[in-house]
């Protein structure tokens, strides 16, 4: 069963969803299929692996696919800011959030080792 620490996770997790969404609309139409693209694949794969571990008996594999998966995140969010499609300040909020996320994953994950 999830507790109340697993679901803030996954609620920020979407919020950052939504924050991501605002911030690729500023991608030029030629990054629409591409960086945009994988960038939100990204964050699908990292909320139904969230969902996923919320869920399993055995979460420790699901969680190190979540720290993966979050920091491949990073990597592109970097990468949009770095070709100059992300302006500094949304990079900077998004990095926010996604270092958020991280921070409540290693809580997890060694909640998960104790």
């Not at 609620?11 to 500023?26: H, N, P, S, W």
């Not at 960086?35 to 990292?46: G, N, V, W």
């Not at 919320?54 to 990597?75: G, H």
Request: charged share 30%; with cysteine.
């Amino acid at each position: 069963m999830a507790n109340k620490e697993d679901l803030k996770i996954l609620q920020k997790t979407y919020d950052m969803i939504e924050y991501g969404y605002i911030a690729l609309r500023q991608y030029p139409k030629s990054e629409k299929h591409t960086l945009a693209a994988d960038t939100k694949r990204c964050m699908y794969e990292l909320l139904r692996l969230i969902i996923r571990a919320n869920k399993r008996y055995f979460k420790k594999t699901t969680l190190q696919d979540i720290d993966i998966e979050l920091e491949n995140l990073r990597y592109l969010i970097r990468l949009g800011n770095g070709l100059g499609f992300l302006p500094f300040k949304q990079y900077e909020n998004w990095s926010r959030k996604v270092n958020e996320i991280g921070k409540m994953l290693g809580g997890w994950m060694k909640s998960m080792n104790n």
